[in-house]
Each structure stands twice: as structure tokens, then as C-alpha cells.
């Protein structure tokens, strides 16, 4: 995963915008360039990701932690609906999650299980999720990350 496009740049400088626009909170504090930035959101502790708009929303984004969390590729990540980050009985309380941060601009408190490629499931806690914004402030996704998980099986 080549983290140096303008294309993941541009990215990761929405993801940080629309992070302080919901909550003043900072993505990549005290971190001053767009590349900097971008790295740093890539290298980072804890879990980052990010899907559009698509009407089965497609995962654009996911971190270094979160590539190996769901352990899979930046290629097979970006291919895949968010929706099977969930599993088959999660994704409807995963859904109702998502229209409440469609509806408030972010939640700071979510749990829930996950699941990897492999089928390894996962508890992740006090993730954050919020809404994309494009420069111009129009919708562009959601994002999520958090840094406690607890594999289930």
C-alpha cells in the first residue's frame, strides 16, 4: 500500500477535518504537513477506517492496525462492503449505528463485535465514528477508529 498518493492524502486530510469539525478533536496532533499527517494516520496505534457513499458502502480507507486487525490486504480492504465487517446477525444493530451518526454527525461511545477476513471475531469499544465531509462540507463517508479490541474466538 503505497500511503504517498495524492489520492490517500487528500483522504486522510478529510478524515482529520471532519474529525475536528464533529468533536474539536485533533487526528494527528502536533503532526504539521498534509504528508506527515498521512503517515502518521497510516502508522498509528490505533484503528482507523473509512467508507463512501456507495448504497452498500465500500471500506476507501483502513490503517496499517486495521489491515492487520481484519487481517487482510489494502487491496482486498478497499474492495469490500463495510457491511462485512459485521457479521450476517450484527449488521442490522450496525446499520441502526450508522444512522445515528448519519443523523448527529458522530458517536464516541459505540461497541460491537467484528469480524476479520478469516472469519476471526472481535470486540472493538469506545470507537468513535463520525461523518465525511468533503472541503466544501458536503457528505462523503464515515470513519471510525478506536484502540480497544478483544478477540472473541
Do not use: K
Not at 99 to 104: A, G, I, L, S, Y
Not at 122 to 148: H, K, R, Y
Request: charged residues 25%.
Amino acid at each position: 500500500m503505497d500511503w504517498t498518493t495524492p489520492e490517500i492524502i487528500t483522504h486522510s486530510e478529510c478524515l482529520i477535518r471532519s474529525l475536528a469539525h464533529w468533536t474539536g478533536r485533533d487526528l494527528a496532533p502536533g503532526i504539521a504537513g498534509p504528508r506527515e499527517r498521512t503517515r502518521f494516520l497510516f502508522e498509528a496505534p490505533f484503528v482507523l477506517v473509512a467508507h463512501g457513499t456507495e448504497a452498500d458502502p465500500i471500506l476507501n480507507y483502513g490503517n496499517r492496525a486495521a489491515l492487520t486487525l481484519w487481517d487482510t490486504t489494502w487491496d482486498e480492504l478497499t474492495r469490500m462492503p463495510s457491511r462485512l465487517t459485521a457479521e450476517a446477525p450484527n449488521r442490522e444493530e450496525r446499520a441502526r449505528l450508522l444512522e445515528r451518526v448519519t443523523r448527529d454527525g458522530f458517536i464516541a461511545d459505540y461497541s460491537g463485535i467484528r469480524i476479520g477476513r478469516t472469519g476471526r471475531r472481535f470486540c472493538i469499544a469506545e470507537a468513535t465514528v463520525w461523518n465525511l465531509l468533503t472541503s466544501d462540507g458536503q457528505p462523503c463517508g464515515q470513519a471510525a477508529m478506536f484502540n480497544t479490541w478483544t478477540f472473541l474466538d
